[in-house]
């Protein structure tokens, strides 16, 4: 059993910062960062390897977002930089608790959390 909860979203402007945090509890294979906008399919943005620390981007983020980990606090986090208004959607952190050909795929994740808003403005 894997229970997430995320924070850390609100309301930059364009070319802001912002951070967002999962902490989990449980075993987690991966952890990953994922977006979805109203009417829209989610994406992956960000994953995390629990032992290797080994990254994964989607290439819309590549050089502006940075995800961590803090194994003993056993959080995530998602540094994002250079935000743009195509950022703005619902973040939602999500756990493997088994590896996944598609790291990036929603569909390989068991456990999610609530969500947190990014809205970037122009």
């Known amino acids: 059993q894997v229970q997430l909860v995320e924070s850390g979203g609100g309301s930059v402007q364009a070319g802001g910062s912002l951070r967002l945090s999962c902490v989990a509890s449980?075993?987690?294979?991966?952890m990953g960062w994922f977006r979805q906008t109203p009417g829209k399919e989610r994406e992956g943005v960000a994953v995390?390897?629990?032992?290797?620390?080994?990254?994964v981007y989607d290439d819309s983020v590549k050089g502006r977002f940075t995800i961590s980990q803090d194994n003993a606090k056993r959080t995530v986090y998602l540094q994002m930089t250079s935000l743009k208004p195509e950022d703005t959607a619902m973040y939602y952190c999500?756990?493997?608790?088994?590896?996944?050909?598609?790291?990036?795929?929603?569909?390989?994740?068991?456990?999610w959390g609530q969500g947190t808003q990014v809205t970037v403005s122009s």
């Open positions: 999500a756990a493997a608790v088994n590896s996944r050909s598609d790291i990036l795929n929603p569909l390989a994740y068991n456990y």
């Open positions: 449980g075993y987690t294979y991966s």
């Open positions: 995390i390897y629990g032992r290797s620390s080994s990254t």
